[in-house]
C-alpha cells in the first residue's frame, strides 16, 4: 500500500471512529510521518478529488460523504452523529459504513425537518425529492456548492 | 444537492433564484448513487469512479443525458 493511500484510509478511519476529521497532527503522530509530509500527501488527495480543504490548507472541509465541519445534513449511526456534504452523502454515511443510520436534514425551500431511516437495504420510502442543481461536468467547479 | 419534500418545493426554490430547474431524483435512486459512490470508500482499493463508469452509473438507475455526463460541455 502507498503513502498516501495509508494516509486515505486512517484519515476515513478516524473519522468513522470519532466522527470529527482528524488534524495534521494527528495523523502525522497516527503514521510517524513530519506534518510537512501530511500536509503535503492533503495536497495530492485534494488534486486527486479526495479530501477538500478548508482555506487553512490543512484543515479537512471534506473527506466524501463525510464533512469535517457542521452542517444541515446529520446522521446518526450507532452511538455517533456524523456530518454528511449534502443530500448524496447523507445516505452516503450508511452505505460507507456499512450500517443503519438515521438522517436529520430538511427541506431547503420550506426548511421543515426531514428524517429518513436508512437500513442496511436503503431508505425508507419518505415523501421527497432530491434536486441536483448543478450538472455532472461541473460538479469539481465549486464542489462545497454542489 | 439538496433534498425536498415536493416538486413544488423545487420549482419554489429555483424561481425564487432565477435558476433553472434541473433534474430530480427518488430517493431510491440516490441510495444506488450513494452505494455506487462510497460502498468501499473505506476499503483500500476505493477510488471515484472514472467518466465511462459515472456514465454506467447514471444509465444504470434511468439517469440519462448531457446532464449526467461527466465530460459533457452542454451546460453553463
Known amino acids: 500500500m502507498d503513502a ?25 503522530r497516527a503514521l510517524g510521518r513530519s506534518a510537512a509530509e501530511i500536509r503535503a500527501a492533503y495536497q495530492r ?22 464533512s469535517g465541519v457542521e452542517t444541515q445534513h446529520r446522521v446518526r ?12 452523502d447523507a445516505l452516503g454515511v450508511p452505505a460507507a459504513l456499512h450500517a443503519a443510520g438515521q438522517v436529520s436534514s430538511r427541506c431547503e425551500q420550506s ?8 437500513g442496511r437495504d436503503g431508505p425508507e420510502p419518505v415523501p421527497c425529492v432530491i434536486h441536483f442543481a448543478v450538472p455532472a461536468a461541473h460538479w469539481w467547479d465549486d464542489i462545497v456548492y454542489t | 444537492m ?4 415536493s416538486e413544488d418545493m ?3 426554490w429555483c424561481a425564487a433564484r432565477g435558476r433553472p430547474r434541473r433534474p430530480l431524483v427518488s430517493l431510491e435512486q440516490l441510495w444506488r448513487l450513494a452505494l455506487a459512490w462510497y460502498e468501499n470508500r473505506l ?6 469512479p472514472g467518466p ?25
Open chain 1, 77 to 88: 449511526v450507532g452511538d455517533k452523529e456524523y456530518f454528511a456534504n449534502c443530500a448524496w
Open chain 2, 43 to 48: 476499503s483500500p482499493e476505493a477510488r471515484r
Open chain 1, 111 to 118: 426548511l421543515e425537518p426531514l428524517s429518513i431511516r436508512v
Open chain 2, 10 to 12: 423545487v420549482d419554489q
Open chain 2, 52 to 76: 465511462d463508469e459515472m456514465r454506467r452509473i447514471f444509465a444504470g438507475i434511468g439517469l440519462h443525458g448531457p446532464f449526467w455526463d461527466p465530460q459533457a460541455d452542454r451546460f453553463g
Open chain 1, 45 to 66: 488527495l485534494y488534486a486527486r478529488r479526495v479530501l477538500v480543504l478548508q482555506d487553512d490548507g490543512e484543515s479537512i472541509r471534506m473527506a466524501p460523504p463525510f
Open chain 1, 4 to 28: 498516501d493511500t495509508e494516509l486515505r484510509l486512517a484519515i476515513y478511519r478516524h473519522i468513522a471512529a470519532n466522527a470529527v476529521a482528524p488534524s495534521v497532527t494527528q495523523m502525522s
Open chain 2, 2 to 5: 439538496s433534498f425536498f419534500r
